[in-house]
């Protein structure tokens, strides 16, 4: 049975940029590249980014050059810090406090991605303990996005990941060992961490179970793959064609991965992932 409070989270964790003051477009650095026209520093605002925090160029992000910027998502982090952290001050009407603004953002950035990941793995069927073990991280995560400015900037994040990192492990072996045998009927998916399939064909494949932790994936061909099961933790999609592609159960897919990717009506994705503008287009 789904836990439906986990699901819940999992799917509310989405961007209002209605109620943010433009932290992606400020607090991060940019390097100019295929994904951006410029260079930019970090604390520096975009060129673009007008006086409502708005992007005046947002129709046609990229045809401008800026493909990174419709692929970006901050999962929420950026109202969080706007409206809860800083309570409502805007760091253009209140300059005092944009430094401190904008060094906040990428840390409350990493602790959302952690409870995305935290919540999805609490929807899926776990022993007992891992269960236990996934609620209390993330009440413990919840607890660290709700601290003020000064408390945040002092977080030890790299220790906060640590023992986020082992439980998604231990939920991925968990989950697709059970998917393999009892789902799939077919033998455990292999394990491809890391590897550079860089451009590779993998069309029509029956990829289930595999895991892709950390393995790039960039230009690949993947069109009517079977990817259900799938461990996707920080694999590089970038380009990767997922055409008529089934990641309907996927783990740990993020919504800038499938951002970054190619795909169509036919590919299936999990329930808190949306298509891409740029898909239909």
Not at 97 to 119: C, D, N, R, T, W
Not at 250 to 260: A, G, H, K, R, V
């Amino acid at each position: 049975m789904v836990n439906e409070t986990a699901k819940n989270i999992r799917e509310s964790l989405t961007a209002d940029c209605t109620k943010c003051y433009g932290l992606c477009c400020t607090a991060l650095n940019i390097a100019a590249s295929s994904d951006f026209a410029i260079n930019k520093t970090a604390g520096t605002p975009c060129p673009n980014l007008q006086g409502d925090y708005r992007c005046k160029i947002h129709k046609n992000l990229r045809e401008k050059g800026f493909k990174g910027c419709t692929v970006y998502d901050c999962l929420g982090a950026g109202q969080k810090v706007s409206q809860s952290t800083f309570n409502g001050q805007s760091w253009q009407e209140n300059p005092e406090v944009a430094e401190k603004m904008f060094s906040v953002f990428p840390v409350m950035e990493q602790l959302y991605e952690m409870i995305a990941f935290i919540s999805e793995a609490l929807t899926y069927e776990v022993s007992d303990s891992l269960k236990e073990q996934l609620n209390k991280q993330l009440e413990k995560l919840q607890s660290l996005t709700d601290m003020d400015a000064d408390r945040l900037l002092s977080l030890d994040i790299i220790g906060c990941r640590l023992p986020v990192n082992e439980l998604l492990l231990e939920t991925s072996e968990y989950i697709r060992t059970e998917l393999s045998s009892n789902v799939f009927a077919i033998k455990k998916g292999k394990k491809c961490r890391g590897f550079d399939w860089i451009g590779k064909n993998l069309a029509g494949k029956d990829l289930r179970t595999t895991d892709f932790r950390g393995t790039y994936l960039i230009a690949a061909d993947l069109r009517n793959t079977d990817l259900r099961g799938v461990d996707f933790i920080g694999a590089d999609l970038r380009d990767a064609n997922l055409s008529g592609a089934n990641l309907s159960t996927s783990m740990f897919l993020t919504q800038m991965q499938i951002n970054s990717a190619k795909g169509n009506d036919k590919t299936k994705l999990p329930s808190h992932i949306q298509p891409p503008s740029h898909w239909i287009d």
